[in-house]
């Protein structure tokens, strides 16, 4: 399996390459020249599969320089924890995805990532450096991916006071190999910085750098497992969700990784009956998916903060896969966007109705859900644990959530960041000046 480019002036590159690469060398995404199919006995036989076997199926679809042995060990080194199915009414059903030690979905691309380049490093010997942007989650699971791995430095760049205080305290306390850089802009300034540094060539000549953000392929392929695991999940509900085989799927969506990920597995053989992108304010990628208009925007600041990008890459990939025919696209994805206010409400409400919390990009989702109006069943991705966004829940219910054990350690540490503007000079000088591992 070869990788090309969205731009399309990129030759075809091997995983490996690409993966270390980050972004093509013309600025473009790397996407698969084809996306595999899964045999249909395996898609037959899910309801027997293991996340971490369907792992490994997904995994080799994509990697053939990795064999089948090393990437069931570096699943099972990296998926440790629970990725449940819950019914919360009649027809939601929440896919868990936050269980992982950083308590969000990112736990799950970030691990597979850490440990797959690790594995290719430790055939080489050589260091790099890998720089991620971040509106929330993703930096704290990347950080805590990659703590004291082996010949890897990362620069996490997050948007100062834009990212909630514990979600902070995750990624900007750890020290050691990992440097948060706190930037005086937005997830988009973050984001734009990254990108420029991943295509400058006296960059590229004083180390080797790569990234971890969504655009990552080390971050994609992971992913698509996750939705074979729903349906597998799904198959065995007892009783049966409705009179079908396949959910509709709501995705919370910021930067559309997710989203993507759950397009490749519908197109690798899983057919969900459709998706869903559910955005908050930021929408400028939803209103592309409902109407053909892309215009991105400044980000503005949202409770659900990990979505607040107003320029999503991953729609570039999107937009490749259906040969930017959006009439193709609108037949498989709908988009709906929610409010704060919204927002707000749908985690009151759900816990008044189902006793269950959820956090605020969840909630998103359950909102989006709810207003399919009992059509068919619904899964949607919960992306993060509550306690994580203790403002929000207490504005929603009044009362705060306690703290899990991995966010009491957390809140606990000295931070460790240092501040920086939203100048692609100030990073690329940090990248020049500071010491490699």
């Known amino acids: 399996m070869n990788f090309v480019s969205t731009s399309g002036r990129t030759p075809p590159t091997p995983f490996r390459d690409a993966l270390l690469a980050g972004l093509a060398p013309d600025g473009g995404l790397f996407i698969p020249e084809h996306i595999p199919r899964v045999p249909a006995a395996f898609i037959g036989a899910l309801p027997e599969q293991t996340l971490q076997s369907i792992g490994v199926e997904i995994a080799a679809a994509f990697i053939d320089d990795i064999p089948r042995t090393a990437l069931a060990h570096i699943l099972a080194d990296a998926w440790t924890f629970d990725v449940p199915l819950v019914r919360l009414t009649d027809t939601i059903f929440l896919l868990e995805l936050f269980h992982g ?123 698509i497992a996750y939705y074979f695991w729903a349906v597998a999940q799904w198959r065995r509900t007892s009783p049966p969700p409705a009179d079908t085989d396949a959910p509709v799927v709501v995705v919370p969506s910021g930067n559309f990784g997710n989203l993507t990920a759950g397009v490749y597995a519908d197109a690798m053989g899983l057919r969900l009956a459709s998706l869903i992108a559910a955005t908050n304010a930021n929408d400028a990628g939803a209103e592309y998916i409902r109407t053909g208009r892309f215009a991105p925007r400044n980000a503005v600041q949202t409770y659900a903060n990990a979505m607040d990008v107003g320029n999503p890459s991953n729609l570039a990939r999107l937009r490749a896969h259906f040969g930017d025919n959006l009439p193709r696209l609108q037949q498989r994805i709908a988009a709906s966007s929610v409010s704060d206010s ?96």
């Open 101 to 223: 030690p950083t308590l969000a979905f990112k736990d799950i691309g970030a691990r597979f990532l850490a440990r797959t380049l690790s594995h290719y490093l430790g055939e080489t010997g050589r260091d790099i450096t890998i720089a991620v942007a971040t509106s929330g989650d993703t930096g704290s699971a990347v950080a805590h991916g990659f703590l004291d791995v082996p010949h890897v430095v990362v620069y996490v760049l997050y948007p100062s006071g834009k990212v909630s205080p514990l979600q902070e305290q995750q990624m900007a306390t750890l020290g050691r190999n990992i440097h948060a850089l706190e930037v005086e802009g937005t997830f988009d300034d973050c984001q734009r910085m990254v990108k420029r540094a991943l295509g400058d060539g006296e960059v590229a000549s004083a180390r080797r750098l790569t990234t971890a953000n969504s655009i990552s392929l080390g971050r994609l392929v992971p992913q």
């Open 342 to 437: 919204a927002t707000i409400d749908e985690i009151r409400l759900t816990y008044e109705q189902c006793g269950t919390v959820i956090d605020p990009h969840t909630a998103v989702g359950v909102a989006v859900a709810r207003a399919q109006h009992g059509k068919a069943p619904v899964v949607v991705t919960a992306t993060a644990h509550p306690a994580k966004f203790p403002e929000v829940i207490e504005r929603a219910l009044g009362r705060p959530v306690p703290l899990p054990p991995e966010l009491r350690d957390a809140e606990g540490r000295a931070k460790q960041s240092t501040i920086i503007p939203a100048d692609y000079a100030a990073f690329k000088r940090i990248l020049l000046t500071s010491s490699r591992p």
